[in-house]
């Protein structure tokens, strides 16, 4: 079985980015939720053992081997030279951006990412697309100069948890919670659009919480997202996970009404077969499902 420890000599590397170079950047994403996506960075040093879900792809496809492989990030020199090509070529295409699905653009204590991110973000913005940005990095301030990026940019962090000891086992080397919740929020108080991806939500045999506790303190964002937590055997030994989640999303929903915030449950998180809640949360939710399937039509 393959170790999760790093080595000395492995978190030293960590800090030194290589570099390699690539054929293309911009691609579409077959996201539910997204057009457009690019990664500038192959790898990433969060080292988050959800587990993640880009690097399970990397090492399915050959790209790396190991854990301790994917947390030696690489920048793709060339990004911003393949933007400059492909951006006249689909500009009428491409309704936004996301940054970024297998790696992360402000990638904590890595300043090298993150000065290629803000160039990448002013690329796009003289081409008058929008970004949509996920990180578990602290957002730096200039992001809200509007003269240099876009003023329709979404700016998101990921979210799943306020506990500090569960934040040390499965996102060991991510920006501090506080830290980045604040980021966000001075952000949003500039008058940027924010929003939260509470995905991969854990089971309660991961982490004890009270998913309202995480709730009030995300909601300043403009937007939230809600989605199970994949590609693991330990949500599933939790008797009853698939009601946990289905509990849950209505927590957030009805949250989200009231407070007049926009939200997205992720497909498959809400499963009503077998269910044993209650049939008003029932009712909830399959109205949920059936004006998604309306709008997707």
């Given at each position: 079985m393959e170790s999760n420890v790093l080595t000395e000599e492995t978190m030293t590397e960590m800090t030194q980015i290589r570099k390699i170079r690539r054929k293309t950047l911009l691609y579409q994403s077959g996201v539910e939720y997204a057009d457009y996506a690019l990664n500038h960075v192959e790898g990433c040093t969060h080292g988050c053992r959800y587990p993640c879900y880009a690097m399970m792809l990397k090492k399915r496809c050959g790209v790396i081997h190991?854990?301790?492989?994917?947390?030696?990030?690489?920048?793709?020199?060339?990004?911003?030279?393949?933007?400059?090509?492909?951006l006249p070529r689909k500009k009428n295409k491409i309704?936004?951006?996301?940054?970024?699905?297998?790696?992360?653009p402000f990638m904590y204590q890595q300043p090298d990412v993150e000065e290629l991110t803000l160039k990448i973000l002013e690329q796009l913005n003289r081409y008058s697309i929008?970004?949509?940005?996920?990180?578990?990095?602290?957002?730096?301030?200039?992001?809200s100069d509007t003269s240099r990026f876009n003023p329709d940019n979404e700016y998101g962090s990921t979210l799943v948890s306020l506990n500090d000891d569960f934040q040390s086992k499965y996102e060991?080397?991510?920006?501090?919670?506080?830290?980045?919740?604040?980021?966000?929020?001075?952000?949003?108080?500039?008058?940027?659009?924010?929003?939260?991806?509470?995905?991969?939500?854990?089971?309660?045999?991961?982490?004890?919480?009270?998913?309202?506790?995480?709730?009030?303190?995300?909601?300043?964002?403009?937007?939230?997202?809600f989605g199970k937590w994949n590609y693991s055997k330990l949500t599933q030994a939790?008797?009853?996970?698939?009601?946990?989640?289905?509990?849950n999303a209505k927590e957030v929903i009805q949250f989200c009404k009231k407070n007049r915030i926009d939200f997205h449950i992720k497909d498959k998180t809400i499963d009503l077969t077998n269910t044993e809640i209650k049939s008003t949360e029932k009712k909830i939710l399959s109205n949920y499902l059936r004006l998604t399937a309306v709008s997707d039509v």
């Amino acid at each position: 079985m393959e170790s999760n420890v790093l080595t000395e000599e492995t978190m030293t590397e960590m800090t030194q980015i290589r570099k390699i170079r690539r054929k293309t950047l911009l691609y579409q994403s077959g996201v539910e939720y997204a057009d457009y996506a690019l990664n500038h960075v192959e790898g990433c040093t969060h080292g988050c053992r959800y587990p993640c879900y880009a690097m399970m792809l990397k090492k399915r496809c050959g790209v790396i081997h190991t854990y301790q492989d994917w947390t030696k990030p690489k920048i793709v020199e060339n990004a911003l030279e393949l933007l400059e090509k492909e951006l006249p070529r689909k500009k009428n295409k491409i309704k936004e951006v996301f940054l970024c699905f297998a790696t992360d653009p402000f990638m904590y204590q890595q300043p090298d990412v993150e000065e290629l991110t803000l160039k990448i973000l002013e690329q796009l913005n003289r081409y008058s697309i929008k970004s949509v940005i996920i990180s578990k990095g602290i957002y730096p301030k200039v992001l809200s100069d509007t003269s240099r990026f876009n003023p329709d940019n979404e700016y998101g962090s990921t979210l799943v948890s306020l506990n500090d000891d569960f934040q040390s086992k499965y996102e060991p080397f991510a920006s501090p919670i506080k830290d980045r919740v604040k980021a966000l929020k001075n952000l949003h108080d500039a008058g940027l659009r924010t929003w939260i991806s509470m995905e991969p939500y854990p089971t309660p045999n991961l982490v004890k919480q009270d998913i309202q506790q995480i709730l009030k303190e995300i909601s300043f964002a403009d937007k939230i997202v809600f989605g199970k937590w994949n590609y693991s055997k330990l949500t599933q030994a939790f008797r009853g996970y698939k009601d946990f989640y289905n509990v849950n999303a209505k927590e957030v929903i009805q949250f989200c009404k009231k407070n007049r915030i926009d939200f997205h449950i992720k497909d498959k998180t809400i499963d009503l077969t077998n269910t044993e809640i209650k049939s008003t949360e029932k009712k909830i939710l399959s109205n949920y499902l059936r004006l998604t399937a309306v709008s997707d039509v």
